[in-house]
């Protein structure tokens, strides 16, 4: 990013709006030119007039477009659900650091996610299907409220035919929900991993991100430093000046949002990570 | 101390710059306002200049980063939006400027350049700017307020980097001290009025400097000691809880350490035209820290205490930004009204381990 611009959000034309489940949708939005990121960063999307919200991108890297998927859930993204396709958004990034995943070839991959927190994993998750020789296994374990809150329903089966294996679960089922009913870390008892030999990325509500963290290692036995975590703060400039974002000293638009267990263990010592 | 170049100037003729400087660009220096304060303000006329104060009741910090920004500019023309960056940065000289503020402009540098994260490349524009734009000129201190402590904090009386040009009240001359190129672009503009100083000045100076040291008051701050147990992250949540019970949420912190520069966004107009500003914000304040939907990791006031005092007494910060975040200046003794200005501060985290030890030293025996 140029330096005089580090406030200047580029403008780019809404393609496409697709409602996902009640109060998400997902925004596609051009590239503009030279743009390039890696999973797991995010953007600062702008609707001039209401503000600046940080946004994951859930495209991966190599897709042609940007895919947001924004939930309603206050002032600026209410008046982001409000726009049509043919509207205008400006954008600044890609921010933050990226999910480190290079040195994990070979290895097996297992995702959890919670609620809205499968949309920054996707783009990770896209990126490894890509490339899907290089990774052995590869699981998704994702819980919502009710199944009607379980994101991207019609990508499930596109998964599976990469060979993703996929275990939903929800807090609470309804009449036609067959599946399994539960918070997300009741799946774990249904893998059969090896955990030497495998990295989990997992995003969701705090709690849930601190319940599976905690599980994953003392549960299942994954090393705390290949259990992969992005957090959330509230932003106000996406570049480490506003100072909102921090946690202990650690700035989560810069030096996260993605964070390794023992790094996030060691903020709990002094702050609230979760 | 490093090799510095060392000048000397009538008092008359620090005048007669001053004005020239002032005629030429922006001036801002010490003013008496009404009550008596001092605070730095643009000057068109050096006679209105003050020397009669020990410190501003405000840090000059509002003209790198002021209170209230307007940060980009939104339009509408025939229905096609255009946006522009704003980056007002004015030619500026500072004058009177005492070394404990210079150290938190210096502090504030670090951070706002992208230093403290080794990015550069996100060095704040609109900062920067101003701060290259900057001119400083620090009188150093020979009477310390009761309130100061800066000798604690390495943040003064004296410094040795961070300024333009210091000067030295010698009497008659001022001792200039020149810190950087633009402190020689100062002396090379108006040479006939700068004459060498001498060895004896320099030992005037350095006696000054010990002197000064003899007459601090009764606000040490114990950094070392604070600074290791806030870094072991044990200290008792009693502590925090009876400092958070007494805090006022002021947000007083955020208005007057040169070292404190949160600030929040706010987009003022309609889908049609207006502005995008930032404002100072506080970590004081529970707001700060909502998050979306409304759920709040620092709620509790105690919380956002052990947050604030993290941020400038932590080893991690200091190991980041090459020092701790307090510089001694003693402005929130001044105006603390719940009683949790930083050197209380720091004596109630010491002063609860020296219990605590001499409870284990109770059992012991
Ligand atoms: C790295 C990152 C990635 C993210 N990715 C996604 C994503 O992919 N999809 C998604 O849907 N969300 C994502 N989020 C969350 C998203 O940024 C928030 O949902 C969004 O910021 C909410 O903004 P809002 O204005 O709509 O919400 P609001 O809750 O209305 O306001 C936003 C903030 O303003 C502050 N605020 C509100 N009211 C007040 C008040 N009265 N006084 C003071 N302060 C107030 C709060 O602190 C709040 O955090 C991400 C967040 C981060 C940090
Ligand atoms: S914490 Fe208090 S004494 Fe220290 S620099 Fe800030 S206002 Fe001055
Ligand atoms: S969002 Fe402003 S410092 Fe991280």
Same mark, same amino acid.
């Given at each position: 990013?140029?330096?005089?611009?580090?406030?200047?959000?580029?403008?780019?034309?809404?393609?496409?709006?697709?409602?996902?489940?009640?109060?998400?949708?997902?925004?596609?939005?051009?590239?503009?030119? %030279?743009?390039?990121?890696?999973? $797991?960063?995010?953007?600062?999307?702008?609707?001039? %007039?209401? %503000?600046?919200?940080?946004? /994951?991108? /859930?495209?991966?890297?190599?897709?042609?477009?940007?895919?947001?998927?924004?939930?309603? /859930?206050?002032?600026?993204?209410?008046?982001?659900?409000?726009?049509?396709?043919?509207?205008?958004?400006?954008?600044? %990034?890609?921010? $933050?650091?990226?999910?480190?995943?290079?040195?994990?070839?070979?290895?097996?991959?297992?995702?959890?996610?919670?609620?809205?927190?499968?949309?920054?994993?996707?783009?990770?998750?896209?990126?490894?299907?890509?490339?899907?020789?290089?990774?052995?296994?590869?699981?998704?374990?994702?819980?919502?409220? /009710?199944?009607?809150?379980?994101?991207?329903?019609?990508?499930?089966?596109?998964?599976?035919?990469?060979?993703?294996?996929?275990?939903?679960?929800?807090?609470?089922?309804?009449?036609?929900?067959?599946?399994?009913?539960?918070?997300?870390?009741?799946?774990?008892?249904?893998?059969?991993?090896?955990?030497?030999?495998?990295?989990?990325?997992?995003? $969701?509500?705090?709690?849930?991100?601190?319940?599976?963290?905690?599980?994953?290692?003392?549960?299942?036995?994954?090393?705390?430093?290949?259990?992969?975590?992005?957090?959330?703060?509230?932003?106000?400039?996406?570049?480490?000046?506003? $100072?909102?974002?921090?946690?202990?000293?650690?700035?989560?638009?810069?030096?996260?949002?993605?964070?390794?267990?023992?790094?996030?263990?060691?903020?709990?010592?002094?702050?609230?990570?979760? | 101390?490093?090799?510095?170049?060392?000048?000397?100037?009538?008092?008359?003729?620090?005048?007669?710059?001053?004005?020239?400087?002032?005629?030429?660009?922006?001036?801002?220096?010490?003013?008496?306002?009404?009550?008596?304060? @001092?605070?730095? &303000?643009?000057?068109?006329?050096? +006679?209105?200049?003050?020397? +009669?104060?020990?410190?501003?009741?405000?840090?000059?910090? &509002?003209?790198?980063?002021?209170?209230?920004?307007?940060?980009?500019?939104?339009?509408?023309?025939?229905?096609?939006?255009?946006?522009?960056?704003?980056?007002? @940065?004015?030619?500026?000289?500072?004058?009177?400027?005492?070394?404990?503020?210079?150290? =938190?402009?210096?502090?504030?540098?670090?951070?706002?350049?992208?230093?403290?994260? &080794? *990015?550069?490349?996100?060095?704040?524009?609109?900062?920067?700017?101003?701060?290259?734009?900057?001119?400083?000129?620090?009188?150093?201190?020979?009477?310390?307020?009761?309130?100061?402590?800066?000798?604690?904090?390495?943040?003064?009386?004296?410094?040795?980097?961070?300024?333009?040009?210091?000067?030295?009240?010698?009497?008659?001359?001022?001792?200039?001290?020149? =810190?950087?190129?633009?402190?020689?672009?100062?002396?090379?503009?108006?040479?006939?009025?700068?004459?060498?100083?001498?060895?004896?000045?320099?030992?005037?100076?350095?006696?000054?400097?010990?002197?000064?040291?003899?007459?601090?008051?009764?606000?040490?701050?114990?950094?070392?000691?604070?600074?290791?147990?806030?870094?072991?992250? +044990?200290?008792? *949540?009693?502590?925090?809880?009876?400092?958070?019970?007494?805090?006022?949420?002021?947000?007083?912190?955020?208005?007057?350490?040169?070292?404190?520069?949160?600030?929040?966004?706010?987009?003022?107009?309609?889908? +049609?035209?207006?502005?995008?500003?930032?404002?100072?914000?506080?970590?004081?304040?529970?707001?700060?820290?909502?998050?979306?939907?409304?759920?709040?990791?620092?709620?509790?006031?105690?919380?956002?205490?052990?947050?604030?005092?993290?941020?400038?007494?932590?080893? &991690?910060?200091?190991?980041?930004?090459?020092?701790? =975040?307090?510089?001694?200046?003693?402005?929130?003794?001044?105006?603390?009204?719940?009683?949790?200005?930083?050197?209380?501060?720091?004596?109630?985290?010491?002063? @609860?381990?020296?219990?605590?030890?001499?409870?284990?030293?109770?059992?012991?025996?």
């Amino acid at each position: 990013m140029k330096q005089e611009l580090l406030f200047l959000p580029t403008l780019v034309t809404i393609k496409e709006i697709k409602p996902e489940i009640p109060a998400v949708a997902t925004f596609r939005l051009p590239k503009p030119d %030279g743009f390039s990121h890696k999973a $797991g960063q995010f953007l600062e999307v702008s609707l001039f %007039g209401k %503000g600046e919200v940080p946004i /994951s991108i /859930s495209s991966p890297p190599s897709y042609e477009d940007l895919l947001l998927t924004i939930r309603n /859930s206050g002032y600026v993204t209410g008046a982001i659900h409000k726009l049509k396709e043919g509207d205008v958004l400006g954008i600044r %990034g890609p921010l $933050g650091n990226t999910f480190p995943y290079e040195e994990y070839e070979g290895w097996d991959v297992i995702f959890v996610g919670g609620g809205i927190g499968l949309a920054p994993l996707r783009s990770l998750l896209w990126e490894m299907l890509y490339h899907r020789d290089k990774f052995g296994r590869i699981l998704l374990l994702y819980g919502a409220r /009710s199944p009607a809150d379980l994101l991207y329903p019609w990508q499930y089966e596109e998964f599976e035919r990469n060979g993703v294996e996929i275990l939903l679960t929800v807090d609470r089922g309804d009449e036609k929900w067959t599946g399994n009913v539960g918070v997300v870390t009741t799946l774990f008892d249904k893998v059969k991993i090896e955990p030497e030999r495998t990295v989990a990325y997992v995003c $969701g509500p705090p709690i849930m991100i601190r319940f599976a963290m905690r599980d994953l290692v003392e549960k299942i036995g994954i090393a705390p430093h290949n259990c992969i975590a992005t957090l959330e703060r509230h932003m106000k400039c996406g570049v480490g000046k506003c $100072g909102h974002c921090v946690i202990a000293e650690k700035y989560v638009c810069i030096d996260g949002p993605v964070f390794r267990y023992p790094e996030i263990k060691m903020l709990e010592r002094y702050d609230d990570p979760w | 101390m490093p090799d510095l170049t060392y000048k000397k100037i009538g008092k008359e003729d620090l005048m007669k710059i001053l004005q020239e400087i002032a005629n030429e660009e922006e001036l801002i220096a010490p003013v008496e306002m009404f009550g008596g304060e @001092a605070l730095f &303000q643009p000057v068109k006329d050096v +006679n209105d200049i003050t020397f +009669n104060y020990v410190n501003t009741l405000f840090p000059p910090k &509002q003209f790198l980063l002021p209170r209230f920004e307007k940060i980009l500019t939104y339009k509408k023309e025939d229905g096609k939006l255009k946006v522009e960056e704003i980056i007002e @940065a004015p030619k500026r000289t500072i004058f009177g400027i005492r070394s404990c503020d210079v150290e =938190g402009i210096r502090y504030s540098e670090f951070f706002y350049s992208g230093k403290m994260f &080794q *990015r550069e490349d996100l060095a704040d524009p609109h900062f920067m700017a101003r701060r290259n734009n900057l001119t400083i000129i620090s009188v150093a201190c020979l009477n310390p307020a009761p309130t100061c402590f800066c000798v604690c904090c390495d943040g003064g009386p004296f410094l040795e980097r961070g300024f333009d040009l210091q000067l030295t009240d010698l009497g008659e001359y001022w001792l200039c001290e020149v =810190g950087s190129e633009k402190g020689t672009a100062i002396i090379e503009k108006f040479p006939s009025f700068f004459i060498d100083a001498e060895e004896k000045d320099i030992q005037k100076r350095k006696e000054l400097e010990d002197k000064v040291l003899e007459k601090f008051g009764p606000y040490p701050a114990f950094s070392g000691a604070t600074l290791r147990r806030i870094t072991e992250g +044990n200290i008792p *949540r009693e502590v925090w809880e009876s400092l958070g019970e007494r805090c006022i949420v002021c947000g007083g912190w955020q208005l007057l350490c040169p070292l404190c520069f949160c600030y929040t966004v706010v987009d003022i107009g309609d889908e +049609n035209e207006g502005y995008r500003a930032r404002i100072w914000d506080s970590c004081h304040y529970e707001g700060y820290h909502r998050l979306a939907g409304g759920p709040n990791p620092r709620k509790g006031r105690d919380r956002r205490r052990e947050r604030c005092i993290f941020h400038k007494f932590s080893w &991690q910060y200091v190991e980041r930004m090459g020092r701790h =975040g307090c510089v001694g200046c003693g402005r929130c003794v001044i105006t603390c009204m719940g009683y949790v200005h930083m050197p209380q501060t720091v004596w109630e985290i010491r002063s @609860a381990f020296r219990e605590e030890s001499y409870k284990k030293e109770a059992k012991v025996r």
